[in-house]
């Protein structure tokens, strides 16, 4: 109608703040429940620490900004899907096919809630493997997935401190996939950081 000026609501933002409703490690009996949203700023710390090793120990030029910015998007896709459980996301190549392909509709379908203007700021943040291979994105979004896998790792070993046997394999599992990486960021963190995630605030508080 002339004269009439439209509302238009975009839910991009109000559907990320319920990442807090998503709960992890479904299959698992936890000590202390975590959610999607806590599990993205952890990664997003780690990923900051580890580009930030990577530049002062080991000679990178890494952008730790944009990669911390990177890893608070990187399971957005997930207040649609849900949290999937690793032994059923990776049982057989089939079923990760499809989930990856769910996780890409879902994150379509997120940055449509966006305003057209900003749809292209955060399709790069939620979907850097879109990039072309030599982009900076891409390099950045490996040390994302390296950072994911060491929240993992830290949630076992935070699990098993307190008493937890039901993530002692898991935690195994997870420490050997990190060593895998051979990214010698990660071999620094688990040598000269994650032993402080074993002690009690007792302990912390001693050491300074």
Same mark, same amino acid.
Not at 36 to 61: D, K, P, Q, W
Not at 118 to 144: A, C, F, K, W
């Given at each position: 109608?002339?004269?009439?000026?439209?509302?238009?609501?975009?839910?991009?933002?109000?559907?990320?703040?319920?990442?807090?409703?998503?709960?992890?490690?479904?299959?698992?009996?936890?000590?202390?429940?975590?959610?999607?949203?806590?599990?993205?700023?952890?990664?997003?710390?780690?990923?900051?620490?580890?580009?930030?090793?990577?530049?002062?120990?080991?000679?990178?030029?890494?952008?730790?900004?944009?990669?911390?910015?990177?890893?608070?998007?990187?399971?957005?896709?997930?207040?649609?899907?849900?949290?999937?459980?690793?032994?059923?996301?990776?049982?057989?190549?089939?079923?990760?096919?499809?989930?990856?392909?769910?996780?890409?509709?879902?994150?379509?379908?997120?940055?449509?809630?966006?305003?057209?203007? !900003? /749809?292209?700021?955060?399709?790069? *943040?939620?979907?850097?493997?879109? @990039?072309?291979?030599? +982009?900076? $994105?891409? #390099?950045?979004?490996?040390?994302?997935?390296?950072?994911?896998?060491?929240?993992?790792?830290?949630?076992?070993?935070?699990?098993?401190?307190?008493?937890?046997?039901?993530?002692?394999?898991?935690?195994?599992?997870?420490?050997?996939?990190?060593?895998?990486?051979? !990214? /010698?960021?990660?071999?620094?963190? *688990?040598?000269?950081?994650?032993? @402080?995630?074993?002690? +009690?605030? $007792?302990? #912390?508080?001693?050491?300074?």
């Amino acid at each position: 109608m002339k004269g009439v000026t439209l509302k238009l609501n975009y839910h991009f933002s109000a559907y990320l703040y319920r990442l807090q409703y998503i709960q992890r490690w479904s299959l698992m009996r936890s000590t202390a429940p975590e959610n999607v949203a806590e599990h993205s700023f952890h990664v997003a710390l780690l990923t900051h620490m580890l580009c930030s090793i990577g530049n002062v120990h080991y000679g990178r030029t890494l952008n730790a900004e944009r990669a911390a910015t990177m890893a608070l998007f990187h399971d957005a896709s997930e207040v649609f899907t849900g949290d999937i459980a690793t032994p059923v996301k990776y049982n057989n190549p089939r079923l990760l096919t499809s989930f990856r392909e769910m996780e890409r509709i879902a994150a379509e379908r997120l940055t449509g809630m966006i305003p057209p203007e !900003l /749809q292209g700021i955060y399709t790069q *943040l939620m979907q850097p493997e879109d @990039s072309s291979p030599e +982009s900076e $994105d891409v #390099l950045l979004h490996s040390y994302v997935k390296a950072a994911d896998r060491l929240d993992a790792y830290l949630k076992c070993v935070w699990e098993v401190a307190a008493g937890n046997r039901e993530f002692a394999a898991a935690k195994e599992q997870t420490a050997a996939k990190l060593r895998g990486l051979g !990214l /010698q960021e990660v071999d620094y963190f *688990l040598t000269h950081m994650a032993p @402080s995630f074993e002690m +009690s605030l $007792d302990e #912390l508080s001693a050491g300074n």
